[in-house]
């Protein structure tokens, strides 16, 4: 089990910057590849940013690439998403997810076992 839990979220302006943090408890934090995903009303759950176990790679969505930063850090067991020049586009609810490392990074939901409540992200015009 890896309970996670985001934080971070809120309301701000395009152009605006904000940083959302997912804390992870458990022992088994670094063997986990991690993601943000993100869903709007109406719309599907959608991948945004992914870290594999060690930090060493990173993937991004191509509507957030330059924009978005994704790391981690394994001593604290906390993944974070730097999002900087926020679009009114961006506004979600916004989710952390861990996939289990043994298997290759996936941008995919299902592959992943592990979601956090969500946080909700508003960027208004």
């Known amino acids: 089990q890896v309970p996670l839990v985001e934080s971070g979220g809120g309301l701000v302006q395009a152009g605006g910057s904000l940083r959302l943090s997912c804390a992870a408890s458990?022992?088994?934090?670094?063997?986990?590849?991690m993601a943000w995903f993100r869903q709007a009303p109406g719309n599907e759950r959608e991948f945004v940013a992914g870290?594999?176990?060690?930090?060493?790679?990173?993937y991004y969505a191509d509507s957030v690439k330059g924009r978005f930063t994704i790391s981690r850090d394994n001593a604290k067991k906390t993944v974070y998403l730097q999002m900087n020049s926020l679009k009114p586009e961006d506004t979600a609810v916004y989710y952390c997810?861990?996939?289990?490392?043994?298997?290759?990074?996936?941008?995919?939901?299902?592959?992943?076992?592990?979601w956090g409540q969500g946080t909700q992200v508003t960027v208004s015009s």
């Open positions: 997810a861990a996939q289990l490392s043994i298997v290759s990074f996936s941008r995919l939901p299902p592959e992943y076992s592990y």
């Open positions: 458990g022992r088994a934090f670094s063997n986990y590849h």
């Open positions: 870290i594999n176990w060690s930090g060493g790679t990173t």
